[in-house]
């Protein structure tokens, strides 16, 4: 939970995937419209810091990016670019490597950030790059909760996998909410859950908490090649209501407030710039 400023409870989410392609942005992107169609105000940081896809995603053109930022040459209010329903989007930059791994001074000017910032939300949406990097493990660690997104092809399920075990070997992280993206059904998406959840509990001691699925639609693509939300679209369609649920389920839960966006300010752990959870 970020420090409220005066704001009120904040949820922070993180989006991540062991494996690229498994349409974590655009459930991070939807789910951020879904959550806005409850009264929700959503801020989505792009935490794919080097390579920037929530403003292609969405057709934005920023001029600004958190590259400036790090930089000290601006702050969060002033790279801020308007999203669909006024929806605010934290750009990231494009083919800048060394961004693709924070240093601690970069990692705490982050946090100094949205402990300044006084604008009023409800949810902060924070995506990540695909993969286990350091990047990713300090996005997951910082937030109150960390969303898997993963797919019913093996290698996905094997990567979400991976990126459990890091986070859980690495930082103490015990608690993972799951999205089964791309699923034939009901059925399918909830075996693949099945298979992951029996996987981690016979190799490690945590506890994972399946929020539904995204079938196979033929209108996420069109959606995502016209670089407009789903939810938007195409709100009769199954993926549409399938996104509306998940968002109602996050939002209604009460999460298990393990730290927060600025408790990385104290207790770093050596040469990482993470903190292990309470």
């Known amino acids: 939970m970020l420090n409220d400023g005066g704001r009120g409870r904040v949820k922070t989410l993180t989006v991540a995937s062991g494996k690229g392609g498994v349409g974590k942005t655009n459930v991070a992107v939807n789910l951020a419209v879904a959550a806005h169609k409850l009264g929700k105000k959503v801020i989505i940081l792009d935490a794919d810091l080097g390579l920037s896809n929530i403003d292609v995603l969405l057709s934005l053109a920023p001029k600004w990016n958190i590259q400036h930022v790090l930089a000290g ?69 910082a937030a109150e909760e960390t969303l898997v997104v993963t797919s019913p092809e093996p290698t996905a399920l094997t990567d979400a996998y991976a990126l459990i075990k890091v986070l859980f070997t690495r930082y103490q992280e015990r608690e993972f909410s799951v999205i089964i993206n791309s699923a034939r059904g009901p059925k399918e998406a909830f075996d693949i859950f099945k298979r992951l959840m029996l996987v981690t509990e016979r190799f490690l001691n945590v506890s994972l908490n399946y929020v539904g699925y995204i079938p196979v639609d033929g209108s996420v693509g069109k959606a995502v090649r016209a670089q407009k939300p789903f939810v938007d679209m195409f709100p009769g369609s199954e993926a549409s209501w399938q996104i509306s649920r998940i968002a109602e389920k996050i939002m209604e839960s009460k999460g298990k407030v393990k730290g927060s966006i600025q408790f990385f300010l104290g207790d770093l752990l050596p040469g990482t710039g993470l903190t292990r959870c309470r």
């Open 73 to 141: 040459q601006k702050t969060f209010p002033e790279i801020m670019v308007e999203g669909p329903h006024g929806i605010k989007i934290l750009p990231a930059s494009s083919g800048v490597q060394e961004l693709t791994r924070l240093d601690e001074f970069q990692r705490l000017k982050i946090m100094e950030e949205f402990d300044a910032y006084t604008g009023n939300f409800d949810l902060l949406i924070i995506d990540t790059a695909a993969g286990i990097s350091e990047n990713v493990a300090f996005f997951c660690v």
